[in-house]
């Protein structure tokens, strides 16, 4: 088959697409960055695509040329000022289904949500709903399918579960018995495939779900006990507390915690799994059968417990430049300043240009590591300054080098902080 995948560099996308490739099916694989696409998977076709941008039918007939099946795995948990919920979830995939439909692509399979119904109320189910519906009067074969929380290698819902597992207080949304019923990516690669494959059964909307419910207070149990960490200690947090909590999370980064996943958390994430036994012949595999199988690694115990001391880390070498900034411009004695620097050889009209030049700079940088702006060049200048300060303070100022209060040798452990937030900060 040929087969336009977008989403492809995404949690699901990804997965698909190496399962698509290895059954040797051609494919078109639609992702914003092709050649870093291209350095961790090679083989399929890579095609340059925005779903910001990419809202109107035109853009798509060009890639859709002889494409018999269409498959949309593009999704958001939280938005962010160039990615919207109605334009990733409405407008894009309503252009590409429009598009398809005019193409002649004999099937649309669209991954959508749980709770993307009827009774849909968050602005994500409602988004996910809309371009579902549009899809669902298109004169073409399709299948929407409607994943529960999805968990495998890669998962970002389940990281955040168990990085909250591994503290030593776990805060939960009330009593933390909201029901859930995850899915393993595994099974949902199977049934997309499965609807690739079958050539009747089709135009259903169909739930994505794992074999049974449990709670989210179950969930982290298990995570915490998967993690080798004890028993879990649950922090209960109020439902009105916890939106509160969710919506100034964004300190936090790219993650699933925001206002929408806790309000979908509480209205919960079940459904009846015979009908996806029914459809697919297999019945999906369960949370706790597959943490049994799959011992943790210390890679994944790493995460979990760094997940919460990543931001936290950029924020404290931020702050450590934007006070060293506004306190050399603003604070410390200038006089003092100015025969330092005349001890270093500047002088004259040099020294105010240095100082207040230096702490300008020192500003910036910590600002734009505060807000993720370039990080890695104004990480790395951030070293190389740390390093030519040192240097100069060794050669000009040696005894800086035994003050108790250790200004030149908390450059170290400040230098290999810098360089592991770059690593942590990676996409």
């Known amino acids: 088959m040929n087969i336009l995948l977008t989403g492809a560099s995404g949690f699901i996308g990804s997965h698909l697409l190496r399962e698509l490739y290895a059954q040797g099916h051609n494919i078109k694989a639609c992702v914003r960055d092709p050649a870093l696409a291209e350095k961790r998977f090679s083989g399929p076709e890579y095609i340059d695509d925005d779903f910001s941008k990419d809202v109107r039918p035109e853009k798509w007939h060009p890639r859709l040329e002889g494409v018999d099946i269409v498959i949309n795995t593009v999704g958001i948990i939280r938005e962010s000022a160039t990615q919207r919920y109605d334009t990733l979830h409405r407008d894009a995939p309503i252009a590409l289904f429009q598009a398809a439909a005019n193409s002649g692509v004999q099937r649309i399979i669209q991954i959508s949500a749980l709770g993307a119904d009827a009774s849909a109320q968050s602005h994500y189910h409602l988004s996910k709903r809309s371009a579902d519906d549009y899809l669902a009067e298109l004169p073409l074969d399709w299948v929407i399918l409607r994943p529960s929380i999805v968990y495998g290698p890669g998962a970002k819902s389940m990281s955040l579960f168990r990085a909250l597992a591994a503290l030593p207080l776990t805060p939960v949304v009330g009593d933390g018995r909201q029901p859930i019923q995850p899915i393993h990516i595994d099974d949902l690669v199977h049934a997309a495939v499965h609807c690739i494959q079958d050539p009747e059964d089709i135009r259903r909307k169909i739930d994505l779900v794992g074999p049974k419910p449990i709670t989210m207070l179950k969930l982290l149990q298990l995570q915490r006990q998967w993690l080798g960490q004890g028993p879990l200690r649950p922090l209960p947090v109020p439902y009105p507390m916890s939106l509160h909590l969710a919506g100034v999370s964004g300190f936090l980064g790219n993650t699933p915690l925001n206002r929408e996943s806790v309000q979908m958390l509480q209205r919960g994430n079940t459904s009846d799994v015979n009908a996806f036994s029914e459809y697919f012949h297999f019945t999906p ?24 001391l990543r931001p936290l880390l950029r924020i404290s070498i931020a702050l450590v430049w934007i006070l060293t900034g506004l306190s050399s411009a603003f604070f410390y004695p200038t006089q003092e300043s100015y025969v330092l620097l ?12 240095m100082l207040y030049g230096a702490a300008a700079l020192d500003l910036l940088l910590g600002f734009a590591v505060l807000f993720s702006i370039r990080l890695p060049i104004a990480a790395l200048m951030q070293v190389v300054m740390m390093c030519g300060y040192s240097l100069i303070i060794s050669v000009a100022l040696p005894e800086f080098w035994l003050h108790p209060f250790g200004p030149v040798t908390k450059n170290l452990p400040l230098i290999v902080a810098t360089l592991i937030m770059l690593v942590m900060e990676k996409r």
Not at 285 to 308: K, M
Not at 342 to 353: D, F, H, K
Request: charged share 15%.
């Open 342 to 353: 005349e001890r270093t050889g500047i002088s004259g009209v040099l020294a105010p240009l």
């Open 285 to 308: 595999q369960g949370i706790q059968e597959v943490l049994s199988r799959t011992p943790a690694t210390v890679a994944d115990r790493w995460y979990a417990g760094l997940y919460f």
